[in-house]
């Protein structure tokens, strides 16, 4: 009976050393959040873009505005993710823009997220201030690009949009030429 009373005071405190042990090892290393400015910050966001068929006035597949946005990669560099979350044309693409001039391209074939194709984006360009809702009449940015997708070979589909207020009267806008 006592050797039992002293094994499990000795499992006991065997026990407690793994636990202070473990406790004491853990190591606890305060890191900073990286703080460093988002390089494409100015066209992040969202944005309600439409896709056309090449003559750039009748929607694609009878389609209207959709919501897209842009945000950068983790790489936080010049190169920015296109989504417009698996919503009718379907991209989930990358692109790079030149923030001087504030024209994107992607490469030739650039993998497409959501369809498992391929897209290639070409002659974007985002223009400052240069569109003003229907509905709150706010200023906004402007964008506008081509996309030719593996899925339609030979066919380049015109996008146009612009920038997201999030105020209600601008939500959900529809197209009209």
């Known amino acids: 009976m006592k050797h039992k009373i002293i094994l499990n005071k000795l499992s006991y405190l065997l026990l407690g050393l793994v636990f202070i042990t473990f406790f004491v090892s853990c190591d606890q290393v305060e890191s900073e959040p990286d703080s460093s400015p988002i390089l494409i910050e100015d066209i992040t966001g969202s944005w309600y873009i439409i896709g056309l068929e090449a003559d750039g006035e009748t929607p694609a597949y009878n389609g209207d505005y959709v919501k897209f946005d842009i945000y950068n990669t983790s790489e936080n560099n010049s190169d920015f993710w296109m989504d417009d979350h698996g919503d009718f044309f379907e991209i989930k693409s990358k692109a790079t823009i030149d923030l001087s001039s504030l024209t994107f391209s992607s490469e030739a074939n650039t993998e497409e997220l959501y369809s498992e194709g391929t897209v290639t984006i070409s002659n974007g360009v985002i223009t400052k201030n240069s569109f003003t809702t229907t509905g709150s009449g706010?200023?906004?940015?402007?964008?506008?690009?081509?996309?030719?997708?593996?899925?339609?070979p030979g066919t380049t589909y015109l996008f146009k949009g612009h920038k997201r207020t999030a105020f209600p009267e601008d939500e959900n806008p529809h197209y009209s030429n």
């Open 138 to 152: 706010t200023t906004v940015d402007a964008i506008n690009f081509e996309a030719e997708f593996s899925w339609d």
